[in-house]
């Protein structure tokens, strides 16, 4: 099993930066599909971006060339840096992790919000 911990939501400005993290526990983040998801008020939950065990990564097209996620393993974190953030980024943000027979694991969520 893997227990995952966000942080670093927050306000911020349309235009600004802020970066995210995804500390794991219990197993290392190079065995396991890690990425964030995000869920907006009355939308359903998408994938922003993931990173595969081997280091490949993938992003929802929004996201592209904005965001950018990245893993630390000596310190088993996965981050998300966003930066020209947008209103329609504001959402709770999850972090999670998948592994073939493991199973799918999730964080609690952080809060961003994107606002003048």
């Known amino acids: 099993q893997v227990q995952l911990v966000e942080s670093g939501g927050g306000l911020v400005q349309p235009g600004g930066s802020l970066r995210l993290s995804c500390a794991a526990s219990?197993?290392?983040?190079?065995?396991?599909?890690m990425g964030w998801y995000r869920q907006a008020p009355g939308k359903q939950r998408e994938l922003v971006a993931d990173?595969?065990?081997?280091?490949?990564?993938t992003y929802e097209d929004s996201v592209k060339g904005r965001f950018t996620i990245s893993r630390d393993i000596a310190k088993n974190t996965v981050n998300l840096q966003m930066n020209s953030l947008k209103p329609e980024d504001t959402a709770v943000y999850y972090c999670?992790?998948?592994?073939?027979?493991?199973?799918?694991?999730w964080g609690q969520g952080t809060q961003v919000t994107v606002s003048s």
């Open positions: 219990g197993s290392s983040v190079s065995m396991y599909v």
């Open positions: 990173i595969s065990s081997g280091g490949g990564t």
């Open positions: 999670y992790a998948r592994r073939r027979f493991y199973g799918e694991f």
